[in-house]
């Protein structure tokens, strides 16, 4: 199996992703609903949820691990490295990566939670493949609670997304990340307020095709995770009304979401 | 020491309305922000969140309980009062009759989240207390975030207050509850949208003043309370930035949060 974790349903979206991508690979999702959302917590308590996530995937028979939360991956992913001895993949290097390649005029723009773009992973991991280019960014902490209100095409969340991105329009950036499994549900919002020429990075996208590169170079791996009669398994640690809905809308089916304790 | 807890800062209002009234009382204000927010997470979540809550406060010295959260107040007041054998206070039972007794009209309207609005307390109290009166409510889920952003005057938050508004001034109610501690920080915002002329209820002055009725009948706990010399204390599950700014806006003087472990 595949294992996934995020704070809520944000996730769900590389969820989707992969299993467009891999029909036949399982996957276990986990939400940590109770703990939602990461975005505005400390680094060391996402660390700990992270630990815990991953600790409850492994239970599960996860053989590899996709840290489907840029706010998770930015803080947690180089501890789980060290402490995990198998395959993990974060939402961020893969994002980069592909922005890095895209952009022409070396400006990169990122939106994310106030903890993704604080902890300034995404500058260092831009500087180590492309030294030459900047990255401005912004933390939008409204949009992730807009986004789980279904307020995706509302009045009030264009104006708060017009808000947010004029900063980055008036640096002329020429790519955009959408650095928060959260945005690509507000795609339709964002595109034409930062500008239709502006390359839109998709997490969730990238983090699907890094997996295929993983999966093309380990064939064992591949194998193990073969399995095209057992279904994916949903779980969170809280569930509440809204919720499930968004799951739906994210899926396009019912998802059937089962509620663990942690 | 009174004890006081809240999902984070929101509580801090009601701690403060505490301390205008009586400054001799120290309190241990305990601000969950680990678990943060309370508002869209499930009943057993917070009665378990509430359970630990108390527990920490009883450790600290807590000889009265007050909950500072209408999310925990309308889903664990009634376990957390069966359980420890020691005054406990809610938001909610305050708020509900003072709204009561100013009604003339009968039509109260209440805003929460959406934990609080569905829980149905506020509406079970109040047909107790007056039979007749009629409770329209408005889950308004977004105004947590905004104010935890500090947006409390921007053009986007009046336009959400007055969409979130809009049914309660329909239904011409003449008296409104603010039912989330967070509320009263955006009352400049919402008393021109609801009407100048609609009673506003700020739970957070009605629960001060009901601790007083608690504490003239009651001198023994009064004077068991009564320690002028010994300051209060902040204590947090989770400490990231914006709120200690938060903290400082809501008490109008710096306040040293101290991050525990729970």
Not at 121 to 131: F, G, H, N, S
Not at 190 to 206: A, F, L, N, Q, Y
Request: proline residues 5%.
């Amino acid at each position: 199996m595949i294992g996934i974790f995020d704070s809520g349903v944000g996730g769900m979206t590389v969820a989707r992703a992969i299993e467009q991508l891999f029909p036949a690979l399982p996957y276990i999702y986990f939400g940590d609903l109770a703990h939602s959302p990461y975005g505005s917590k400390s680094r060391e308590m996402l660390i700990e949820y992270s630990r815990r996530n991953t600790e409850f995937l492994l239970t599960q028979g996860a053989k590899i691990i996709v840290i489907a939360c840029n706010s998770a991956s930015s803080t947690a992913s180089g501890t789980l490295r060290e402490r995990y001895p198998l395959p993990i993949i974060d939402v961020i290097s893969p994002a980069v990566r592909k922005a890095a390649q895209l952009s022409q005029n070396g400006r990169i723009g990122l939106i994310g939670t106030r903890a993704t773009v604080h902890s300034g992973v995404y500058a260092r991991q831009l500087k180590e493949i492309r030294p030459e280019c900047d990255l401005y960014t912004q933390a939008c902490p409204l949009l992730v609670p807009l986004v789980e209100e279904g307020w995706l095409n509302r009045r009030e969340t264009k104006m708060i997304v017009r808000k947010y991105l004029r900063p980055l329009r008036d640096q002329q950036i020429d790519t955009l990340i959408l650095g928060c499994t959260h945005y690509p549900l507000l795609s339709k919002t964002i595109v034409p307020r930062i500008g239709k020429r502006v390359h839109i990075i998709d997490s969730s996208v990238e983090v699907a095709l890094h997996l295929k590169t993983v999966l093309e170079k380990d064939n064992r791996l591949y194998t193990s995770l073969l399995a095209p009669e057992v279904k994916s398994k949903y779980f969170v640690s809280d569930l509440s009304s809204p919720v499930q809905s968004l799951a739906m809308s994210i899926f396009g089916r019912s998802v059937h979401l089962e509620k663990i304790n942690v």
